[in-house]
């Protein structure tokens, strides 16, 4: 179940003119469902991405990296859900170019103007003949408004599609930002997440995207932790089609391209915590603060070591106060000369407030039942104040339970 | 229940002369169970021992470290189960000693003579009245046969008692070394596991000591992970009694170093191994081998994210050969420039070794079925070989089951 995450409205998910999408049932590895999505591009559109930093990076990462470096312009996208194909060597990327060569012939483009994209399990063949019979169906269906049918082709063990969208002003011209996202394990993203989709009709200077990208990425695919493993097959996508009627966007004007990269930003971290309220068995969304570090890298380490901690996760899980962990976990990351005597830690659900420990130990005014009031709500906030400098950061996750034992012991059966 | 470990034989954990243990019920989390040990050692011993690294060192880490530093002449340990005495700031550096200080006068020696080790709750104030009251007791059951009832008095969610025992002459003397731990999850030690005592009769040198505790941690208790948590208390003591008539072992004779540190080294190694076997919630017992790496720091790596992996350890779990996981956990160990097309992996039990990986991609000869027989078995060794160099490495682990997350969930209740 996911924490307080309800399907998207598709009514409120707005087209991006210069987007259309279409989806499938390729049967890739489950028959009767959407496993395979297609996204065309209007000429002039731009394509930025960062991709996974595992050393397994799958045949459709590398192809990807390969089709942006050749800086041909990018007209479409094809995804396929239900089998990653990564682990498969030169045969893999034979497959992954492939489906752009049958995507590629039905949108009227060349192959390297196609980017591939895959999901599911690793280090079996990627079924080609099943997606090259289902892109004309793909095809047919390619529509601007398709927004969350294209969200729901692209799910694996997700149980809830994941749609964001907003709207911003640039030089008094309503711009639209859209994105889909996927994903909620195997999910420590260190680039982006699993497979994530944002476009705007914004117009925006190449090397700018590929700015706007990065930056995007550090501040919401990159701060999301469902249990610290990161996928082979991470990729974050971000378009710009140019149909918007104002000048470009570029580096060199900073209020303006703050203005654009501001609602990317919200539209990728609203797309970031839905894949954390929709963690592969959680049941509660926590969202981890860490200030008075010297650098962000050194919140980040710290958040992490709390978010990934299995012993802080199954504490959430049973809404257990058992305090300790989160200080354990703190000690675990290995923050050079840490002075514990100036460690401050709050819980927080809502507006209750309970500080836990002061100056490195149990705070005096702190009660058991302080503790177990405040974790019982299913969003939690725990603020760890480090008392080094003023760096900070923020990082989401979920908790630990029953069900993702379960949901991993039983994913292929 | 624990993987193939069986409770230890008390006639086969020999005593070392020198070593006297005593045990007491001091109902410190709960009535009716043993949780406090005290030993005693003879006048002449050696004591040197290795820390963990967390940030929040517990109290009684502290007190150890200063003792050992000052350098007097250690004459006991007192050891409490059911409260880590952590996260309690100077009163819990203060109750440490005062464990000391009660300790020392039954002993009959200093405060900083003796050392103080608590193993459970983090967070809590250390209840010392307690502890107080239960000493004497404790100290009226020393006697050199009582090595397997102090591994039980030192347990918290262990389900059984961990001592080893093995003899071995040095310049034709019979020398004695046993050891016992506790310790089954917050589990990735890093100095040492949560807690472990081996001692000899042996007569070596105070340096030599400390060197040899280094070297015998990194080969032991520092590869074993269950969780990847780095316990606050982490505390390894290797203690020489001096009591048997050879000549002082030193660094400069590397071949009775050797000697001494081998069987040393294998008292060690399976007390480290049985922490795993006993991890919380374990069903199986594996073994992650790398070598072909460049150093055996980078095969350290790899190992402990295949073995800290929750996807790994839950497919492990579900005998589930979705190995896909594997090679995603290989890809995140950030080997820089790892050539994957060089990589294989085998898995094996017993005789049965089944080839998964070859070249970076699944083996042409890997049938399914392969791999679901050879996950069945409750021992499975995990080799990787990265065909990079000739250096290796061997990290011990278990499974992630239901009963991890029940365990963790109901700790404190």
């Not at 190449?206 to 493993?229: I, W």
Request: net charge negative; proline share 4%.
């Amino acid at each position: 179940m996911p924490v307080n995450l309800a399907p998207p409205d598709a009514a409120r998910i707005k087209p991006v003119p210069g987007v259309e999408l279409g989806f499938a049932e390729a049967g890739i590895r489950k028959a009767g469902r959407r496993d395979l999505m297609l996204m065309r591009l209007a000429p002039g559109s731009r394509v930025a991405g960062v991709f996974t930093q595992n050393s397994f990076a799958a045949a459709p990462v590398a192809v990807c990296r390969g089709h942006l470096m050749a800086g041909e312009a990018i007209r479409g996208l094809v995804v396929n859900a239900g089998n990653a194909n990564c682990g498969t060597g030169d045969d893999g990327v034979a497959a992954a170019l492939r489906c752009c060569e049958v995507a590629a012939q039905l949108i009227g483009c060349s192959i390297s103007q196609m980017l591939p994209f895959s999901t599911g399990v690793i280090l079996e063949p990627l079924p080609v003949a099943k997606i090259e019979a289902a892109l004309p169906a793909a095809f047919a269906t390619l529509a601007a408004d398709r927004w969350t049918d294209a969200a729901s082709a692209i799910m694996t063990t997700d149980t809830v599609a994941k749609a964001a969208s907003r709207t911003v002003a640039i030089d008094g011209v309503p711009v639209t930002v859209t994105g889909i996202a996927k994903g909620v394990g195997m999910l420590e993203p260190n680039m982006a997440t699993m497979l994530a989709y944002v476009a705007t009709d914004a117009v925006v200077a190449q090397d700018t995207l590929q700015r706007m990208v990065r930056e995007v990425a550090d501040v919401s695919f990159n701060r999301v932790t469902v249990d610290g493993d990161t996928s082979t097959n991470d990729s974050f996508v971000l378009i710009a089609t140019g149909q918007a009627a104002i000048a470009e966007v570029i580096e060199a004007e900073p209020r303006r391209y703050e203005a654009l990269k501001a609602v990317v930003a919200e539209v990728a971290q609203q797309l970031a915590q839905s894949i954390a309220r929709d963690g592969e068995g959680a049941t509660k969304f926590i969202t981890i603060a860490v200030d008075g570090a010297l650098d962000e890298a050194e919140a980040l380490r710290v958040a992490r070591s709390i978010g990934n901690s299995p012993l802080v996760k199954t504490a959430l899980f049973a809404s257990d106060p058992n305090l300790g962990r989160l200080l354990m976990a703190i000690g675990n990351a290995r923050v050079p000369a840490l002075d514990t005597s100036l460690l401050d830690l709050y819980l927080s659900a809502g507006d209750d407030t309970v500080q836990v420990i002061e100056s490195g130990r149990r705070a005096a005014a702190y009660r058991e039942e302080d503790g177990v009031r405040v974790m019982k709500p299913s969003e939690i906030t725990i603020r760890v104040t480090l008392g080094r400098g003023a760096a900070r950061t923020v990082v989401w996750t979920c908790d630990f339970s029953y069900d993702y034992v379960k949901i991993n012991a039983e994913y292929r059966t």
